[in-house]
């Protein structure tokens, strides 16, 4: 049983940045995906990136309203995710949840294991 912890989330201002972390033992042969829902809006894909190939090359995935604000990595070592996000608005409010399925893909075909999530609040 993978269990996935996220971390990072806070109150910030518009156009502030804050970095979140998805960690879990043992996770290196899974795709993590990021998650976020807004209150009154249906859970959204936001991010993911795949275990990596033989190639030593990471497939990743960003959804369009995200792209050029946000990076995923991964640090294998360390066991854990990270979605730096940047220039954030106040539409980037929510609650983030990482998850992971079967690696090699982006995304998945499923993803089997979730976080609890982590608040994100972009308010003056």
């Known amino acids: 049983q993978l269990q996935l912890v996220e971390s990072g989330g806070g109150l910030v201002q518009p156009g502030g940045s804050l970095r979140l972390s998805c960690a879990a033992s043992?996770?290196?042969?899974?795709?993590i995906g990021w998650f976020r829902q807004a209150p009154g809006k249906e859970r959204e894909a936001v991010s993911c990136i795949s275990s990596r190939d033989g190639s030593g090359y990471y497939a990743d995935y960003y959804v369009d309203s995200v792209k050029g604000r946000f990076t995923i990595s991964r640090h294998s070592a360390l066991n854990t995710v990270y979605l730096q996000m940047n220039i954030l608005t106040p539409e980037d409010t929510a609650v983030y949840y990482c998850?992971?399925?079967?690696?090699?893909?982006?995304?998945?075909?499923?993803?089997?294991?979730w976080g609890q999530g982590t608040q994100v609040t972009v308010s003056s």
């Open positions: 043992g996770f290196t042969s899974y795709t």
């Open positions: 998850a992971a399925g079967p690696g090699g893909r982006c995304p998945p075909r499923s993803y089997d294991y």
